[in-house]
């Protein structure tokens, strides 16, 4: 992360002279395809990262797709059939912004033609398929990342860093929601763009896989492994018309999904993920209570961390809301002056950051394949505990 970050020798000299080209293949044109591309557009201009990515090909199937989205965000040249793009030699990065369903066929592919892979959450439909995408990017020995974006919050960032300096002590609850309401009207059809979230054939889950996972990354990353999970879910929308068939089909996602767990540290953990929370669109919030100190973070205020030091002088002690934008906390240097903030699509822009740094140092960026195979590891037990109405110990991986 960015508070390990190192001078880089590649950028001795003149700032902009040299900069190593890392030429990016982007597969899917839709909502991520977009924050990624801006991410990789924007990284040069505020971070001294030692390479430029440059937008060689975006993937879409539909060429007319492909040559709108390339025309917008300035991609070089565009393909419409994925094996295509990485079996091109000027093509140095795979970056998978496809649906779930896609992610292990692209991302094996791309390990074995020597592609260093970015893929989007989750990592895979499954724990078995997430195994064989970590063995791939392994055995090839290429550099992987998945984008769980939310680590690279500065905030989210600066929690990381209480915890890790000892603020907090000993961790007893974690608790953390996502709550959205964009599928309450049961006229909303299944499948096609956007909605495959809703397909399981194509999303391999519900809220667990989609927005659960978010939450367990972040929590793994901030209070170490979960051991066991007790999970229950629902769809409260049985059938929906398919989009593509035309024809009412059932829905096999969970709708919602809330479990329990603890942690191999001796704390509680309490989620939470629902898109029938009406109000809500895109709540994700977490609260952790130590025994010296707690914090709290809430995606709609994302560049603020609420804190409570139970240290502070009885007389004045509550709930401090810490303003992230100061030139010492995580990111906050490169962007504005302090007290500007910054926002959702700067996360994509860290991430770039500490990839490219990463990889001129040889060093992985986290999460990796198999940093996000752990998180894979929960949403599959917690399915499966909801399935057996039983907790499930977790897979270590
Ligand atoms: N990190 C985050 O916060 C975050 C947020 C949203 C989505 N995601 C993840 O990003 C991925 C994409 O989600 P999205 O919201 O961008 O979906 P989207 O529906 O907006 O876009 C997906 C795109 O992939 C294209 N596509 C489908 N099959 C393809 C193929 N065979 N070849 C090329 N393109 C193909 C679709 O046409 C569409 O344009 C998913 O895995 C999702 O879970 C992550």
Not at 40 to 60: E, Q, S
Not at 176 to 192: C, E, K, M, R, V
Request: overall charge negative; aromatic content about 10%.
């Amino acid at each position: 992360m960015e508070e390990t970050r190192k001078p880089n020798p590649n950028r001795e000299g003149d700032p902009m002279a040299d900069l190593k080209p890392l030429n990016i293949g982007l597969i899917g044109c839709g909502f991520m395809g977009r924050t990624h591309s801006n991410a990789y557009k924007r990284v040069n201009d505020f971070f001294d990262a030692p390479y430029r990515p440059v937008l060689k090909a975006c993937c879409a199937r539909s060429e007319e797709n492909a040559r709108h989205f390339a025309g917008r965000w300035g991609y070089e040249s565009i393909e419409t059939d994925w094996r295509k793009l990485i079996a091109r030699r000027d093509i140095d990065a795979v970056d998978i912004c496809a649906p779930n369903n896609m992610h292990a066929e692209i991302a094996i592919a791309a390990a074995q033609a020597g592609k260093a892979v970015l893929c989007e959450k989750p990592l895979a439909m499954n724990l078995v398929q997430g195994h064989q995408m970590v063995d791939a990017v392994e055995k090839a020995g290429v550099a992987n990342t998945v984008w769980y974006n939310y680590r690279r919050v500065p905030a989210v960032t600066l929690a990381k860093q209480l915890i890790e300096s000892g603020r907090l002590g000993r961790i007893f609850h974690y608790r953390a929601n996502f709550l959205q309401d964009w599928t309450i009207s049961a006229d909303l059809p299944q499948g096609g763009t956007g909605l495959w979230r809703l397909d399981a054939d194509v999303s391999g889950s519900g809220v667990t896989g989609d927005l659960l996972a978010h939450c367990i990354d972040t929590a793994i990353w901030l209070n170490g492994h979960i051991g066991s999970v007790a999970g229950m879910t629902e769809t409260f929308v049985k059938e929906r018309r398919h989009n593509l068939t035309g024809k009412v089909q059932p829905v096999h996602i969970d709708d919602a999904c809330a479990f329990l767990c603890r942690f191999d540290n001796g704390s509680l953990g309490l989620f939470e993920s629902t898109r029938y929370a009406r109000g809500h669109k895109a709540l994700y919030t977490f609260e952790i209570n130590g025994e010296k100190a707690s914090i709290k973070w809430d995606l709609h205020d994302l560049h603020r961390l609420e804190y409570f030091d139970h240290g502070d002088d009885s007389l004045v002690r509550g709930w401090r809301s810490v303003h992230v934008t100061d030139s010492d906390m995580p990111y906050m240097k490169h962007w504005w002056v302090p007290g500007l903030q910054i926002g959702y699509e700067h996360t994509f822009v860290h991430h770039v950051a500490d990839f490219l740094d990463n990889l001129a140092m040889g060093q992985p960026t986290a999460p990796t394949f198999r940093d996000a195979l752990a998180t894979q590891a929960v949403c599959d037990a917690v399915l499966d505990s909801a399935d057996h109405h039983k907790w499930e110990t977790v897979v270590p991986v």
